[in-house]
């Protein structure tokens, strides 16, 4: 290797420079250790939830741990080998002993079995409770956040009042997750009389998200150029024509991929809905044994947030929890990852797409 | 001339097309829009305002409930005997004292001197006789104090039922059974006579501490030589802990002869046992007590931890990210933070119970990080585990945030400083981050709003002990368990009778997190209004 070329203009090691790199350096383990940290649980969570979602054979997904409800899973030593069992197999597989040992004459051996509750089984209720919980509540907070944006942005002129409802906004977005728990408990559960129900859990959430709907909306409102609205108003359209079809429509996109990003934080909170809507075990889905219609709407679910919640706070650790604590961990994250990473690229390739 | 009149005098012209314009009140359909997109704009306020209303609705009558609570603490003789137990448990914590002198003298005979344990003991059995006696001393107090509570818990439990049947018949009177209300009798009770067995003891109280003050002075002359030299002043400073002790017994008395059951709680008590309340004590036999201090301290040293973490780590991405880093690496590192945002807090927090708790005691045991306070941890889950996992939620908010105040410096700022021959760091730390600051504050402050009103976290990691860390030891504080305000109402308000005092009492710690965030939030927004640089 030749030496590097020399010249005259060539910068001089000096103590700044050396410090200026050392600093640089720091400033760059910083972020570097930020994104370490999110890849390590990440990564731990994938790797030891994996497992349980997924198998080796065919269809290569584990159905049951998708598809059913939770069980309590039996662990006992049967004829010298190690068992378990989901509760309904368990019963099924007493009954064949007794009935064996009948047909033989023997007395009904007694099986000492070990029980964990929700281990076994799978997180079906769970995943249906929160697709419900953030399709009703994104409903919700997507109308009034719309509306209140189209305002904000091409109505309201500058006034104290707009000040005040942009302060209050602001204000609302750092409201404590659990302070909205309380409040729509002390409102849709009690004074309502609502109790615990999809319904409450969705007033409750979209309150939750609604500064971020509006901010996001508003944003992608004044990003339309001022000459789509000019040239509408111009040929004779008036202000709602205008809005309606030369400004919504342009607008949209970036309304519905920022809103996503509020989405993921629906599904993602679990303070809310502890005391609004989630149960922490129901055995009958949503559309199960409904007497009117109306009743759906008044009937609480089971959510994926609060079962991990209850799964890693109620039952032990160990072998055979583990499986349905990671396992759920990992759906949970996986589907809020999934709507994230959709939002993020999504805008990103907005962003490029729309030049005006 | 205005042209109004002008048309009245002239005949109305006659049109081809008439163009009729829908109304409904008064309004086109364009202002109907208008006022129905306007409506919902006040959706926010609105909020804001039902959120105080419903909050205030469900726990104001906390004061008035924990004042009637304070009153029957008084009335049945509570509050006076608690003032002999407070004497009695100061002795206690004298005992502790020699009971600690006594372990560390073993130890130093143990391993300094090369005794084997049965002669140490042997050497401390005048020590050992010595703290027999101190602890003996405090017996007669002891006995009174364990009789008195007897009673006075029998007077608090009679009013109690007294107030069940009470509301028993006020609910037969609201359902018109006016018979069987009036059958439910309650016979009000009579504080006066039924506390005056516990007044009687008075006297017998008062000679009983001149003993004891008597036996103490007697006792601290007695006190055995150190039994190694090194704890020489660890047993001055026991004798002059005992002489403070025996002084205090006249204020003691004093306040017991000022007590009187009859004197009524004034509201603000009942404010300031909240809010300055050292005790969080509910379904106890004795007092519930509903004070929000070592929540809110809980609540505050998981924030100063996971701030700690993420100032620097936030702050130093945003700078790297804004100033230093290749485009290519911006357009790889933001997308990335920004997807931390979305972890849901539910599975950090299961992390921190399965991992990382774990993972920081075994790291807490390796021998040459013994000089860190509080290693090795006692706890697996604590504030510190909590506190690093709310770094990890605080870091995007931050950083976002403070990346959007460095962006917004004007070029120019840079450009000249260029120009005037700085180099690159320091323009950095000299001229964009000074510019920037005040959003940068702003960030922080978002970040501590972010991470106070955190529950899922700290309910699962912080090991929800309701308790103030003795911060005696300094920062080992840190590593001991703490209960903090959103878990106590997330864990607790799923198991509260419904418009019972301690149900509200959480309600009532629902209104302190609300203003304080709006407090954080204001005073954010503030910063950022009154430092910002005008570009122009």
Known sequence: ?356 | MPPETNSAALPSPTFNIVKRRLSFFGLTLDECIQVFFGGNAFVAVVILGLITYFLFREGAEFFGQNRQNLTVYRQAGLEYVDFMRRQEQAHTALTRDLFELRMRAVSDMTTRQGLTLAEANQRLASFDDYAGRFDDAIGPLRGMVADLTEVATAIKTKFNINQDKLEEREQLQSAGRTVEANAVKVEPVDFASEIAPILATRDAYLENNRVLAAEFAKLVEQVPAAPTPKLQGAVERFKVKVKAYVATFPSIEAEMAAWDFRKSVPLWKAFSAFIFGRQWLTASFWQDWYGVVPLFVGSLMVSMVALFLAIPLGVGAAVYVNQIASLREQRFIKPCIEFISAFPSVVLGFFGIAVLGEALRALSQVTWLQWLPGFPIAERLNALTAGCLLGLIAIPTIFTLAEDALQNVPRAFKEASYALGATRLQTITKIVVPAGLSGIISAILLGLGRVIGETMVVLLCAGNRIAIPDFTEGLSAFVQPVHTMTGIVAQEMGEVVRGGIHYRALFVVGIFLFFLSLGINFLAQKIVRRYRISIG
């Open chain 1, 1 to 356: 290797m030749s030496a590097p070329a020399t010249h005259l203009f060539q910068a001089k090691p000096s103590f700044a420079r050396t410090a200026e790199k050392g600093v640089f350096w720091l400033f760059r383990s910083a972020a570097y250790l930020v994104l370490l940290c999110g890849a390590l649980v990440f990564a731990d969570i994938v790797i030891k939830g994996a497992p349980a979602v997924f198998t080796t054979t065919f269809p290569f997904v584990n159905t049951v741990f998708l598809t059913e409800a939770p069980e309590s899973l039996y662990v006992f030593e049967h004829e010298g080998a190690k068992r378990e069992m989901g509760d309904r197999e368990f019963r099924a597989f007493r009954e064949q002993e007794a009935a064996k040992a009948a047909a033989q004459g023997r007395k009904a051996p007694e099986i000492k079995a070990t029980s964990f509750v929700y281990s076994a089984g799978g997180i079906f209720p769970c995943i249906v409770g929160t697709v419900l919980l953030v399709v009703g509540s994104m409903t919700i907070a997507l109308t009034l956040g719309v509306a209140s944006a189209i305002y904000l942005s091409e109505y309201a002129r500058q006034s104290p009042l707009v000040s005040f409802i942009r302060l209050a906004i602001l204000n609302l977005a750092g409201v404590p997750s659990i302070v909205f728990g309380l409040f729509g408990m002390g409102m849709f559960v009690i004074f309502l009389e609502w109790n615990v129900s999809l319904l409450a859990g969705w007033f409750t959430l979209a309150f939750m998200v609604l500064p971020v709907v509006i901010t996001a909306s508003e944003e992608s409102l004044k990003s339309v150029p001022k000459g789509f609205r000019e040239g509408s108003l111009a040929l004779g359209a008036t202000k709602w024509q205008t809005i309606r079809k030369a400004v919504l429509p342009y607008a949209l996109p970036g309304i519905l991929t920022s809103s996503i990003l509020g989405i993921a934080r629906v599904a993602g909170e679990t303070a809310p809905i502890m005391f609004t809507a989630a149960y922490v075990v129901r055995d009958k889905l949503p559309w199960e044994g409904l007497q009117h219609a109306g009743d759906f709407f008044f009937q609480g679910v089971m959510a994926l947030p609060y079962h991990i919640y209850v799964v890693s706070s109620k039952i032990p650790q160990n072998e055979y929890t583990e499986r349905v604590q990671y396992g759920t961990a990992f759906v949970f994250l996986f589907i809020v990852a999934l709507i994230a990473a959709t939002s993020i690229a999504l805008r990103n390739k907005l962003r490029g797409r729309y030049k005006w």
